[in-house]
């Protein structure tokens, strides 16, 4: 049997003097109810109901309305075995505020008020949560918030808190317990606005409630303490004592074996130009959450894994940004590498003494891959390509005339140990040719700087492109780094480069602050729409030992960072980041730092 349709005449053209939220009046013996915002079949009007006697309501007037001008929770009106619902969450009323729900057989006839329905609508605060001081520098938590009710139903069923982000309107719900009075929200957005309003549930669907008004706060942005002596970058504790630039880490599991489980396996490019490329180190101890220091203190390697010493033939002839995945008994080595031809792609190679990490190279006699002979055709290093550039005769990328700097995002707060399933992403800095050249193709883009988005599909890495010519990308983008935050969330932090394309890039004068920008999505395999924009990017704040803030020219010195959870805990996370002094010409090193405020 078909649901009986409503349908509301236009009782009038306008309803004077409405207010904007839920209202009920009492005037020369008249009960007015406007109600600013209602949903009915898919369609909003506004109304007002009518009452001598406080239990019977006349439909007084009706018109179409475009949207909610209203703050909170609206109205709704539901039907359910040919009885219709209109349930009220909150409304003001001689200076109180109450919910209510009427019904009724046909709308159109009149509502009666449900015995017992009226019941007092609780109130909301909302507070910054973990409050610290470091000098002259005040923060609080980046990802929590603290809310606190009172009043409301004598006894609810349970409570609901309602939390939409303001910055794309997504919307989160938690659950409470009946007799709680305070809650934190956690998994929050750092430097994020948000709406939060409370139901108090008088029955399991939540069908009947009542509603705080909403209550508005935000949380910090994040505040990273740079592991230093004292202020200035010549002061900051290096990471390793030869590590230049370029640097990732993962964290062992249980499945790597218990010699190394809770490790952290580092790589970076050395200083010593004759272990240029990529060098392993080992953390020292397993990472603990109340030990910072079990995150920066290594062990170096030398012997092992890639040495590109700027050689003159053969290929490649830079070995640029890399990322290792354990992945199925070994550690699979994606990297950014520059050959003969002067163009710049994605090559993968893989370990050759199963989790350890060390070995690439397949012959017996050497432990590293150093020449242009292990690298070619058929040698002990010869790598896979993964994605090309235009002209390539294979898996060549339209328009884009290099692939460089990139991150890999996958779930590895649930586990490093990558199970190489499709929908994995990749954000990669593509070079157009409007990047080089005044003139070129640009694609409608302005900065110089742009980061193209690439999916697994179990088999091959592919590009999203927005037409023929054209790829989808982060506008500004530099020196991506991706953090899994649980669940399918990802933080993506960047350094904000402005330089236009057709200008001038120069490292050593770039402006380009740190920012993070967040993507959620339904599954793992988050696809481009599933980020917020560049431009709804937070800012991120960096402290010296003593609280006072880095100036935008020692922020932009900042590059090559890699942010992870150590421990796989909000409460513990860490960058490793390249640094180097505003002098000219000094050279970059790699230290750390930790967040604060998490």
Avoid at 5 to 25: D, E, G, K, Q, T
Avoid at 380 to 405: F, H, K, W, Y
Avoid at 549 to 567: G, M, R
Wanted: include cysteine.
């Amino acid at each position: 049997m078909s649901q009986p349709v409503f349908v509301v005449p236009l009782l009038c053209l306008a309803l004077p003097a409405l207010a904007s939220n839920p209202s009920v009046v009492l005037s020369e013996g008249v009960l007015t109810v406007d109600l600013p915002y209602i949903s009915v079949n898919g369609q909003a009007y506004r109304a007002r109901l009518q009452s001598t006697d406080g239990q019977s309501f006349r439909l007084a007037e009706a018109v179409l309305s475009d949207s909610n001008p209203g703050t909170v929770e609206p109205p709704q009106l539901s039907i359910e075995n040919g009885r219709w619902s209109l349930q009220i969450p909150r409304f003001d009323f001689a200076g109180q505020s109450y919910a209510a729900r009427l019904s009724s057989t046909d709308p159109l006839a009149g509502f009666t008020l449900e015995a017992g329905s009226v019941v007092a609508a609780p109130g909301l605060t909302l507070t910054n949560v973990e409050s610290g001081t470091l000098g002259l520098s005040h923060y609080s938590s980046s990802s929590r918030l603290g809310a606190s009710w009172y009043g409301g139903p004598a006894a609810p069923d349970h409570y609901r808190l309602v939390a939409t982000d303001t910055v794309t309107g997504r919307m989160a719900v938690t659950r409470l317990t009946p007799g709680s009075a305070s809650s934190v929200l956690s998994d929050l957005k750092s430097g994020t606005r948000y709406r939060v309003y409370l139901q108090a549930c008088l029955e399991a669907a939540c069908s009947r409630r009542a509603s705080s008004a909403p209550v508005e706060a935000s949380t910090d942005i994040e505040s990273w303490l740079i592991n230093a002596t004292a202020p200035g970058a010549a002061n900051a504790i290096r990471l390793v004592d030869d590590a230049n630039v370029l640097s990732y880490g993962f964290v062992y599991g249980d499945w790597a074996g218990s010699s190394l489980s809770g490790r952290v396996r580092y790589y970076y490019n050395p200083t010593v130009r004759e272990e240029k490329g990529l060098k392993p180190a080992l953390s020292r101890s397993v990472v603990k959450r109340d030990d910072p220091s079990s995150a920066t203190l290594f062990d170096k390697t030398s012997g092992y894994g890639i040495v590109i010493n700027q050689q003159t033939s053969g290929d490649p002839r830079f070995l640029g940004q890399a990322q290792a995945v354990p992945y199925a008994g070994r550690i699979r080595l994606f990297y950014e590498a520059t050959h003969s031809d002067n163009r710049s792609r994605i090559y993968m190679l893989d370990s050759q003494d199963g989790y350890l990490g060390l070995d690439f190279n397949r012959s017996a006699s050497a432990t590293s891959c150093r020449n242009g002979s292990d690298f070619a055709q058929g040698g002990a290093c010869e790598p896979t390509l993964l994605m090309g550039v235009q002209g390539d005769s294979v898996l060549a990328n339209p328009t884009i005339t290099d692939l460089r700097q990139f991150r890999i995002g996958y779930p590895t707060r649930d586990s490093w140990l990558w199970d190489g399933s499709g929908g994995t992403f990749m954000v990669v800095t593509a070079d157009l040719p409007g990047a080089s050249q005044p003139g070129g193709e640009t694609c409608g883009y302005r900065y110089k700087f742009l980061n193209a988005y690439a999916r697994w599909d179990g088999s091959r890495w592919s590009i999203d492109y927005r037409d023929t010519r054209c790829p989808k990308g982060f506008e500004g983008v530099q020196a991506p780094s991706i953090a899994h935050m649980g669940g399918y969330r990802y933080k993506l932090y960047f350094s904000f480069n402005t330089v236009e394309m057709g200008k001038p890039h120069n490292p050593a004068t770039d402006t380009k602050p740190v920012k993070v920008l967040y993507g959620e999505g339904t599954s793992h395999a988050l696809i481009f729409e599933d980020w917020e924009s560049v431009t709804q990017a937070r800012e991120v704040r960096y402290l010296w030992p003593d609280g006072s803030e880095l100036s935008v020219a020692e922020e932009s010195k900042l590059d090559d960072y890699h942010f992870f959870a150590p421990t796989g805990e909000s409460a513990f996370q860490v960058m490793y980041t390249a640094i180097q002094t505003t002098t000219s010409g000094s050279v970059p090193f790699v230290t750390s730092a930790r967040l604060l405020n998490p």
